[in-house]
């Protein structure tokens, strides 16, 4: 071989080298969008449905969702806390922001999704009007929902509570009371299976469609909708809340689908994101 040709030969090889290094240089130093799983924490009822349809949706965005469903408020943001759930979609903000105050949960929402407007449920009247002096009322027993349960009651004009008392009044804060009603704090799972021994029960709605019960139908008052301060959010983590995977969670339920399944199957019940 000529020496041009050999000096050819080295060149041509010693440039394919270089190419090959530089492609395994760019395909090492490219972020991949790896598929992920995440746990998502919910409570059973409608919401199955409503994450069944994200979990679809999901897959096709390289995210697979595991659903964990609880019956408790109290355990999901446990579960999250302590790294056995990646993300739980089941809370109002003022229920979240109880209890990270309480608990010292370091968690964060992430995104909105539905409202869900608290309602007023009774076995023994049809009207709000018809509550006898001296009616036994049930209300959630915790922090946040009660209140939300008094400043309903409050809207329909049963009850005053004292000014200042924002989202978290208590019984304690009622400073007017004609009817002289009686409150029982109860757990909000319970509330449905009690209604029986109340004359009426204030009940949030995953537990009363549950029970069986229709907003809108079978409440005598329902909370209005418009410019409701408890959506529900999706929360992870704090560590977690610039996550790839968290995008990708949250364009799972903030979509036209969803919007389009609350809207047939549950037209009126869960005013959306």
Avoid: C
């Avoid at 869900?116 to 009774?122: A, C, D, E, K, R």
């Avoid at 907003?215 to 996550?243: F, L, Q």
């Amino acid at each position: 071989m000529r020496r041009d040709d050999l000096r050819t030969s080295v060149r041509n090889k010693l440039l394919r080298w270089v190419v090959r290094a530089l492609a395994l240089w760019v395909a090492s130093s490219t972020p991949t969008f790896a598929r992920d799983r995440v746990k998502l924490g919910i409570i059973g009822g409608d919401s199955e449905i409503h994450w069944a349809k994200a979990k679809e949706i999901a897959a096709r965005d390289e995210l697979d969702i595991e659903l964990v469903v609880f019956s408790d408020y109290l355990l999901p943001n446990e579960a999250l806390a302590a790294g056995d759930l990646d993300a739980n979609a089941f809370q109002h903000r003022p229920f979240l922001d109880n209890q990270i105050k309480v608990r010292g949960y370091k968690i964060v929402p992430v995104a909105e999704t539905i409202v869900t407007p608290i309602g007023l449920y009774s076995r023994r009247v049809k009207a709000v009007g018809e509550l006898k002096p001296g009616a036994e009322l049930g209300i959630p027993n915790d922090p946040s929902n009660g209140g939300r349960a008094l400043l309903l009651l409050q809207a329909q004009g049963l009850i005053k509570l004292k000014d200042g008392v924002n989202l978290l009044p208590t019984v304690f804060d009622v400073i007017e009371n004609p009817k002289r009603l009686k409150f029982h704090e109860l757990d909000a799972a319970q509330l449905p299976r009690s209604l029986d021994d109340l004359d009426a029960a204030v009940i949030n709605t995953n537990y009363a469609v549950a029970a069986g019960l229709t907003p809108g139908k079978d409440s005598i008052a329902v909370e209005s909708a418009v410019a409701n301060p408890y959506n529900n959010v999706i929360v992870v983590r704090e560590t977690d809340r610039n996550a790839v995977w968290v995008a990708r969670l949250v364009r799972a339920f903030q979509n036209d689908a969803i919007r389009q399944l609350l809207k047939e199957q549950f037209p009126g019940q869960f005013p959306a994101f």
